[in-house]
């Protein structure tokens, strides 16, 4: 695969930039998934991957053995997400090793749910730092006090940093939560924090409607994460981690199911996909603008009365095989491939703040 030809008029930012190496794709993803389990000792009531004691899906070792060995050749990055990562902490430092001896960076998003002794959580995480472990994102915020103390995962974060690696702190807020209100307990600590907006989906779409921010129109952003993909314990892939769990075959967010079809054809299709190249360019407001003015897009396309993020109208658009359809041609005439180019030069051209963020505080680079 590869299609490097394009990458010269404007390569995007996930485009690893400088001639492949042979043998190797001339595009690459900037960070790839794998979701080891979707288990985790907590439940929150936002949590996307509606992950919880209860969820039992894991993947095989000598399978995320062989996912490992596929994604080196796709990205730099692998990042393990879950679920809780540390439940399995000793097969993710085999994973880490051979994502090391790949030359992959490797990073793990925690929940901090499994953190009890200061000795086994200092224990835990050097036996990761020493197989290779780059860097530690915590997923932390209200939805996560109801469950687990916030003196856990400032231990945790401590301890990491303590033991060399690079610390992140990834919320979702919302309104009932004041901003900046968690920075508080990592105030002395060096670490970045992060916050991401909450949207309607997964277990967060119980949650009653004082937490979300609603808009009334279909929202305008690029999308930072559409070319960050997952591997879920099922072997499905999908575009991004969390949001495209949703989406429904034959969406182009999912990427495909490696256990009948080869991970590599399916991260090398994707990579190619003009529709996500859209989204990631120009959101799905962009995908949006290229359906309203059309037959089929004007007789498909039913605005919500109210959104809570860009994911919702990408879903909308994309889980609609007619639309999806009506996109794909729209995309084959020149003026769309001169559409690509450019929304990929002014891409690369605009500030960071103005890509999105999404709900999933399990996923990052
Ligand atoms: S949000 Fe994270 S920590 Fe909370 S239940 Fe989901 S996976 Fe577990
Ligand atoms: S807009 Fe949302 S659902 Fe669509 S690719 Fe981006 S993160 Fe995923």
Known sequence: MGDGESAPTGAPDHIGAGPPS???PARKYKVIGLMYTRTCPLACEHCITESSPQVKERMGFQQARDYVQT?????????FTGGEPFLYYREIAALIREAKTLGLETYIVSGAGW?????RTRTRVKMLADMGLSGLHISWDQYHEKFAPQERAA????????TGLEVKIRSVVSPTWAKGENQ?????????????????????????????AFSDKPPKGSCGV??????????????CCGPSHYGRKPSP????????DSLEDILAQGLNDPILEIIHNLGPYGLYQLLKDHPIGQEQFKARSAYTGICELCLDITDNPELVSTLRERLLDRDAKRLLIVSALWRNR????????????HFAL
Not at 115 to 119: I, K
Not at 155 to 162: G, Q, V
């Open 22 to 24: 042979p043998g190797l």
């Open 71 to 79: 994604i080196a050749r796709f990205s730099s990055a692998l990042c």
């Open 115 to 119: 953190v009890r002794e200061e000795a």
């Open 155 to 162: 231990m945790l974060a401590l301890i990491a940093i303590e």
């Open 184 to 212: 508080t307990i990592f105030a002395r600590l060096p670490v970045e924090v992060q916050e991401t907006q909450i949207v309607q989906l997964g277990r967060a779409a119980s949650l009653p409607a004082s937490h979300f």
């Open 226 to 239: 559409v070319f960050s993909p997952v591997v879920e314990p099922d072997g499905c892939v999908y575009a």
């Open 253 to 260: 967010l999912f990427l495909g199911d490696a256990t009948t």
């Open 350 to 361: 605009k500030p960071e703040g103005n890509t999105i963020s999404i709900s999933d505080p």
